[in-house]
């Protein structure tokens, strides 16, 4: 086939997140099979999960990260006189006739639930990116639908679907009684869709302690929680290690995930890959991603929440929810992931 060239602006784009996660491992997985690439990388990237991978010295392609800021939104420069896949980190494409480029779409949240010029910026440079692709990849079936929706023109052959996968980090151990059996545990971005209220509100009708891990908490966060739960009724752990992540989902009642939007929703999978319930919002990519048949909320109601959290008190039905999750959340992996990708260039040369 012919060359393979990744360009890695997410790294300095960002120190940590969902994408960089998602590109690292599709990087890990390359190595690890022998597939030769070339990446482009911008000045001394710190991003946490570009430290953790030994990229070869041969296989980047060292840009200055001067104007980076406008850098990030045109067409990088590559010179090639062979048939070049060009697979950005976050939606840039090539201009040559050698290049056939491929664009990864993680969601439209921008799109759904932000306004004024950020948007319009991402806007146009998510859209355009789309529409200068050879191939496109969703990362679920519900945002394959969305880019459909917001992108008629666009052929749906050109779009494949290629799900994320969850670290095998997540695994069910063996821990002495826990201090945290009677908490929800709450992952992640707390703003606007994520509906975070709603998940303090389910914490304290039904008498349960929160456990939020993520970004620290802002004032208004910390005053909402001290009212509705007491000071101590809440824990907040600052971005936890996947090891800590782990433990607390051996350790907690129930992972809470009442967010209206996702593009894929991995914390879903790391909770069941863990042994752990979920209480989900059945809205978005959650429906696709939990497994059939899982209960979930239909609406946000704190009674219906509660109901549910009843039944995951229940023995029998808490050990096969477990169990379900654990077989749902096997069928992904972010080697999977990455041959697949692997599939997609070679069908392109």
Same mark, same amino acid.
């Not at 009684?177 to 914490?203: C, H, P, Q, T, W």
């Given at each position: ?147 459909? $929706?917001? /992108?008629? =023109? ?7 679907? *290629? +799900?994320?996968?969850?670290? !095998? ?73 996947? $090891?800590? /992540?782990? =433990? ?7 992972? *809470? +995930?009442?967010?209206?939007? !996702? ?87």
């Amino acid at each position: 086939m012919g060359k393979i060239e990744l360009d890695n602006i997410i790294f300095s784009l960002q120190k940590t997140g969902g994408i960089s996660i998602v590109w690292a491992n599709l990087i890990r997985t390359l190595m690890n099979t022998g597939t030769d690439f070339r990446c482009l990388e911008y000045g001394c990237p710190e991003n946490i999960h570009r430290t953790q991978l030994n990229i070869p010295q041969n296989n980047i392609i060292e840009k200055s990260d001067n104007g980076l800021i406008l850098k990030r939104y045109l067409s990088p420069k590559t010179s090639t006189d062979t048939p070049t896949i060009f697979h950005s980190s976050y939606y840039r494409t090539v201009k040559s006739p050698l290049v056939k480029n491929v664009t990864t779409v993680h969601d439209f949240t921008y799109e759904y639930f932000t306004n004024g010029p950020r948007a319009w910026i991402h806007k146009w440079q998510k859209f355009k990116a789309i529409r200068h692709s050879d191939k496109i990849v969703c990362i679920s079936e519900n945002t394959r639908k969305d880019l459909l $929706k917001f /992108l008629p =023109e666009i052929s749906p052959p050109k779009v494949s679907v *290629i +799900y994320n996968g969850v670290s !095998e980090d997540y695994h069910p151990i063996s821990l002495v009684k826990s201090k945290l059996s009677d908490f929800l545990m709450f992952v992640g971005a707390r703003g606007g869709y994520k509906n975070f209220d709603f998940a303090v509100e389910i914490a304290a009708q039904s008498k349960k302690k929160l456990l939020i891990c993520g970004a620290p908490l802002n004032d208004a966060e910390t005053k909402l929680l001290a009212s509705r739960l007491g000071n101590s009724g809440f824990i907040s752990h600052i971005r936890p290690s996947n $090891k800590e /992540l782990n =433990e607390y989902y051996n350790s907690v009642f129930a992972l *809470i +995930y009442p967010s209206s939007y !996702e593009g894929f929703g991995i914390p879903v999978l790391e909770a069941q890959r863990a042994g752990c319930p979920v209480l989900a919002l059945n809205a978005s990519s959650i429906p696709e991603i939990i497994g059939s048949d899982y209960p979930m909320l239909n609406q946000m109601s704190t009674a219906d929440a509660i109901k549910i959290l009843h039944r995951f008190d229940q023995s029998s039905f808490r050990e096969d929810i477990i169990r379900h999750g654990i077989e749902n959340a096997n069928q992904y992996s972010w080697d999977k992931m990455g041959k697949e990708y692997i599939k997609l260039y070679n069908s392109m040369i």
